[in-house]
């Protein structure tokens, strides 16, 4: 897997979408660690937020439970992945193996992810 356009400053992490995609795609395949434990430790279900009920977190990686409500009346869906400070999201879900990335660029926009998430899941099941 080759990370193209990855730049580390200030602490923070660049990248295009297509990178965040490879990233993803190579590390539910098990290519990015050699202990196979490593995807189940980070997609464990750790704790649920109490001001969050349809978020959860694992080690590092995030549940959305896109709902009936949030989804035009369709069943539940999980998304697992990461959202950004800046409103930049990947998720993979895994019911319909479909992977969600993308970025609004908005330091303001940490909840545009999830409902924009829920609106393609929405189409994408039409």
């Not at 992490?13 to 196979?36: M, N, P, V």
């Not at 750790?46 to 549940?63: A, D, E, S, V």
């Not at 319909?96 to 829920?118: C, E, N």
Request: glycine fraction near 10%.
């Amino acid at each position: 897997m080759e990370l193209t356009s990855m730049i580390e400053s200030s602490n923070d992490l660049f990248s295009t979408t297509g990178d965040l995609l490879a990233f993803q795609r190579a590390l539910l395949d098990g290519e990015l660690f050699s202990d196979a434990r490593s995807l189940e430790l980070l997609t464990e279900r750790r704790n649920r937020l109490r001001n969050i009920p349809i978020l959860r977190y694992g080690l590092g990686t995030m549940f959305f439970k896109v709902g009936r409500l949030m989804s035009l009346g369709r069943r539940p869906v999980t998304l697992v992945g990461h959202s950004g400070v800046t409103g930049t999201w990947l998720f993979h879900c895994p019911e319909l193996d479909l992977h969600v990335v993308g970025t609004v660029d908005q330091t303001k926009g940490q909840a545009i992810p999830f409902r924009f998430m829920a609106r393609c899941l929405g189409v994408w099941r039409t």
